[in-house]
């Protein structure tokens, strides 16, 4: 919240990554609930889901459906849908395409409800290659390996799951990973006038745009009603500089010439550096808040059904607790729900 504050948002919106191996208290539903408890007036959640049942069991079914996990999330006054199944290593760890038959009832629900979601489809083309991926992610070990998809693969699995749900009210982030490829961006919000292109950096995004500037700019002002503000700013174990929320802004509001900020997952970083394509205003005002409030349907977030979220959050901690995980927090949690 700190950094909420040094930062000027007035509000935020928080993802939680779902739940796709056995790894104890991995899962952040809990907090995330305790966030939305804490700060009703700033904090947006969207909430995860539970893959146990469908992986490391080819013909597993989920425990709980989908379907019902997602009706839970907007019964307990979550705001949307975060999901991070169309990432290639989870996309490897769930074991099942997009478009698996296992997703079907939920997506047909999401397009009739219009209940928001965020989906992580993708990665840049460049992390299948570990000569080509930037030196901080060559550092750590982060490139996909022929286990993982192939990005032509995920790219034919999330094209049917849109042609099936052109409706949804989607919002891909990181530019869906388009951002040297603008044609085919223009082409995608075209062809689905509801779906949303969100800016949290991967920061070769930046890059790219800054090497095609006065294109890209006309790009966002084309599509400003497309377009949301993200940051991708990490939590708890993946801790990342608040800063990247100014270097987005930073990024739209203006034309100076600026390095990356320092961060674990954006440097060290031997590209040039990034110059702003300094939008008109009423641009900058849809891009960072009304196209998400858009998107919500509402300038505020949902009220927490506080019953509703005990109970939750209840059978998280039994969770966490037959994983051999430690359920101290989601017992403190309960208490602030009582």
């Not at 999330?73 to 769930?94: C, E, F, H, W, Y």
């Not at 998280?316 to 101290?328: H, I, K, P, V, Y």
Request: hydrophobic fraction near 40%; charge should be negative; glycine fraction near 6%.
């Amino acid at each position: 919240m700190s950094d909420m504050d040094r930062t000027g948002a007035e509000q935020f919106c928080a993802l939680v990554v779902e739940r796709y191996d056995n790894s104890p208290n991995a899962f952040k539903q809990a907090e995330a609930i305790w966030l939305k408890l804490r700060e009703p007036r700033r904090a947006f959640v969207f909430g995860g889901l539970d893959y146990s049942g469908l992986y490391g069991n080819p013909l597993g079914e989920p425990d709980v459906p989908l379907i019902e996990q997602v009706q839970t999330l907007r019964a307990i006054g979550l705001d949307g849908l975060k999901m991070i199944s169309g990432k290639p290593n989870v996309r490897q760890a769930v074991d099942r395409s997009l478009d698996d038959p296992a997703f079907e009832p939920m997506f047909a629900w999401l397009d009739e409800s219009q209940f928001p979601v965020l989906w992580h489809v993708g990665d840049p083309p460049e992390f299948w290659d570990k000569d080509q991926v930037p030196i901080w992610a060559r550092e750590k070990g982060w490139w996909y390996d022929e286990s993982v998809p192939p990005k032509r693969q995920i790219d034919a699995e999330i094209a049917t799951v849109l042609e099936r749900h052109s409706n949804l009210n989607l919002i891909l982030p990181h530019f869906f990973f388009l951002s040297d490829r603008l044609d085919d961006a223009a082409a995608l919000l075209e062809k689905y006038p509801a779906f949303n292109l969100d800016l949290a950096p991967g920061v070769e995004m930046l890059h790219n745009l800054t090497k095609d500037r006065e294109r890209a700019r006309d790009f966002f002002i084309r599509f400003a009603s497309q377009i949301i503000f993200g940051t991708d700013i990490g939590l708890m174990q993946h801790c990342s500089s608040p800063d990247r929320g100014l270097m987005v802004r930073r990024f739209l509001e203006t034309d100076d010439v600026f390095p990356v900020p320092d961060d674990p997952a954006m440097t060290p970083d031997v590209r040039p550096d990034l110059r702003g394509l300094k939008l008109p205003s009423d641009v900058v005002e849809k891009i960072e808040s009304r196209n998400f409030h858009r998107v919500v349907g509402r300038t505020s977030p949902r009220p927490l059904n506080k019953s509703h979220a005990r109970e939750v959050v209840h059978d998280l901690a039994a969770t966490e607790r037959q994983r051999g995980g430690d359920d101290s927090t989601s017992q403190l949690i309960l208490k602030e729900l009582s």
